[in-house]
């Protein structure tokens, strides 16, 4: 009989996953470990003293089965590209809440095609709860809210200090050679990556930001309706003035062999910031939204670093799904829960700017 604390965390082996377990536990929680690598979800399940369940995603039958003695799944193991919909199928069947961290557009859209199985099933489907897109979601809701007539959003995000987790960094592998994009009049539209770039004050430090395909190109119009969003990452002028070749070379990076060698490489490196990197990193998060007339709002927020502000946020929405706190449907973090839900992350502080 599983406890109303409980919900199955699938992935929890990866560099996230572990971290979102151990700090379960604060939010009185208790995640049923659960994954297909045996050895380590036992491993990790004997040092935290945590249930756990070895299940494989492309057995859906024991997945529907599993699921099923849950209220909410909170699904880590990406790239999502390949795993979301599996795991969204098995819960539809089991009427299980899902929930996901990932931060890829084209896992976003299609979550949102499934909008009436979800309510059919009276499930909410609410992927990006992590760092992609909670603060970024938050902060064009934000601006929304202050100027309902927006019809142009940018969106710009950046890390002091840290590093990247093995699922970053394997996704952002995945996505080699594929360009970017932005929303144009409430279409995505292709853009190459990188084709735009400015300097961004985000309080602490002046950036520079460059034009990248990020989740909000999806949840952005979702949240808000604003039809032109585009969004930004921290980048090196050098590696800005580099992009413009790309066209040159992006069939190369699109090669198999390619990006399996990337992957390699990636294999090799630390699985992720350590918890003295994480502790002094931080999130920096700016938007600005205009109108038809020229008028403009805008708005920064700083946060904890990266993995950490997803471990949190995304503990704090397991934790009002299984108090009954969700809509049903295909839902987005902010458009559920609201412009300050960021500021229930302790760290987060936000600035309207004039």
């Known amino acids: 009989m599983m406890q109303n604390n409980q919900f199955l965390l699938y992935g929890a082996n990866g560099y996230t996953g572990k971290l979102i ?7 009185g929680l208790v995640p049923v470990l659960a994954g297909r690598n045996e050895a380590a979800i036992k491993s990790m399940a004997q040092e935290l003293n945590l249930p756990f369940i070895i299940i494989n995603l492309d057995d859906h039958s024991a997945l529907v ?31 299980t809440h899902y929930l996901d961290i990932t931060g890829e557009i084209g896992v976003f859209e299609k979550a949102k095609s499934m909008n009436e199985l979800a309510i059919n099933g009276q499930i909410m489907v609410m992927p990006g709860v992590g760092f992609d897109v909670v603060p ?18 940018k969106l710009a995000f950046a890390m002091i200090g840290g590093g990247l987790s093995h699922g970053t960094a394997n996704t952002m592998a995945e996505g080699m050679g594929q360009g970017g994009a932005i929303r144009e009049n409430g279409k995505i539209i292709k853009k190459p990556l990188g084709h735009k770039g400015m300097w961004i004050d985000f309080g602490v430090k002046k950036l520079f930001v460059m034009c990248i395909p990020w989740g909000d190109i999806s949840t952005g119009f979702t949240t808000t ?13 050098k590696t800005f003035s580099a992009l413009k070749w790309q066209w040159f070379y992006n069939w190369f990076l699109r090669l198999s062999f390619v990006k399996n060698q990337a992957k390699k490489k990636i294999k090799n490196k630390p699985a992720g910031p350590n918890n003295v990197q994480r502790a002094k990193a931080k999130s920096l998060v700016w938007g600005e939204a205009t109108n038809n007339s020229g008028n403009k709002v805008a ?25 009954n706190d969700f809509k049903i449907g295909y839902q987005t973090p902010a458009g559920c829960y609201g412009a300050d839900l960021v500021l229930e992350i302790d760290g987060v502080t936000r600035e309207k700017l004039l």
């Open 21 to 27: 377990a151990s700090m379960a536990n604060e939010y």
């Open 65 to 95: 089965n599993c699921l099923k003695d849950f209220k909410v799944v909170l699904h880590a193991a990406g790239p999502f590209q390949f795993t979301s919909q599996k795991m969204i199928e098995a819960c539809l069947e089991s009427n």
């Open 136 to 153: 970024t979601d938050c902060i064009a809701k934000f601006l929304k809210d202050q100027l309902p007539d927006a019809t142009s959003l």
């Open 225 to 237: 309706g604003i039809p032109n969003i585009e969004t930004y990452a921290m980048a090196s002028p």
């Open 299 to 323: 708005a920064r927020l700083i946060g904890p670093e990266g993995y950490t502000l997803t471990a949190i946020s995304s503990l704090i929405i397991v934790k009002k799904v299984l108090n």
